[in-house]
T-cell receptor, first 115, second 113 residues
Framework: GENVEQHPSTLSVQEGDSAVIKCTYS??????FPWYKQELGKGPQLIID?????GEKKDQRIAVTLNKTAKHFSLHITETQPEDSAVYFC??????????????FGTGTLLAVQP | EAQVTQNPRYLITVTGKKLTVTCSQN?????MSWYRQDPGLGLRQIYY???????DKGDVPEGYKVSRKEKRNFPLILESPSPNQTSLYFC????????????FGPGTRLLVL
């Protein structure tokens, strides 16, 4: 089945610096890759997603890149702010057999933005 | 306000005592799912439902049951809870499929003694 690995598990940056979180997936047929942000005490919230027919997507300070050949995708946050501090999860949606309606998450990255 | 609600938010119980965690959404979404979140393991899907009376197993369904009798409700049932089911549980919904924005509830923290 699909397996999603996420690195690093913790990331500390200075305010204004960039942050990059990377994920790899195992199922080459996976075709949907969302990123969720989870603030303390809350449920995850979608911040950006990308589909397999697109290589890059941006939304203000956030961007996601997808390399289908290498089976990895990354979240880029520029000009980080203290309110970006949270746990970030990547995920992949498999595209085989009975797994097409599932979402497989990575293990999460705790991002701390130091003021 | 469009939202996913879960009840209870916190629950302490003992091994073997049946419990139900309710999940309700007011967005007329067809797809609903349950996840558990454990340190170092991320979010793992327990069960999902494509529509009323249509449910299927996620990656960690053992020890759990679900039902989808109404579109808005998707309760999670633990028939005989065990300590390894101590976890943070999230319900989520989306308009029609998993490859869309998942709207998560606030979570239910469960402790099984």
């Amino acid at each position: 089945g699909e397996n999603v690995e996420q690195h690093p598990s913790t990331l500390s940056v200075q305010e204004g610096d960039s942050a990059v979180i990377k994920c790899t997936y195992s199922d080459s047929a996976s075709n949907y890759f969302p990123w969720y942000k989870q603030e303390l005490g809350k449920g995850p919230q979608l911040i950006i997603d990308i589909r397999s027919n697109v290589g890059e997507k941006k939304d203000q300070r956030i961007a996601v890149t997808l390399n289908k050949t290498a089976k990895h995708f990354s979240l880029h946050i520029t000009e980080t702010q203290p309110e970006d501090s949270a746990v970030y999860f990547c995920a992949a949606s498999p595209n085989y057999g009975g797994a097409t309606n599932k979402l497989i998450f990575g293990t999460g990255t705790l991002l701390a933005v130091q003021p | 306000e469009a939202q996913v609600t879960q009840n209870p938010r916190y629950l302490i119980t003992v091994t073997g005592k049946k419990l139900t965690v309710t999940c309700s959404q007011n967005m007329n979404h067809e797809y609903m799912s349950w996840y558990r979140q454990d340190p170092g393991l991320g979010l793992r899907q327990i069960y999902y439902s494509m529509n009323v009376e249509v449910t299927d197993k996620g990656d960690v369904p053992e020890g759990y049951k679900v039902s989808r009798k109404e579109k808005r409700n998707f309760p999670l049932i633990l028939e005989s809870p065990s300590p390894n089911q101590t976890s943070l549980y999230f319900c989520a919904s989306s308009p029609a499929a998993v490859r869309e924005t998942q709207y998560f509830g606030p979570g239910t923290r469960l402790l099984v003694l």
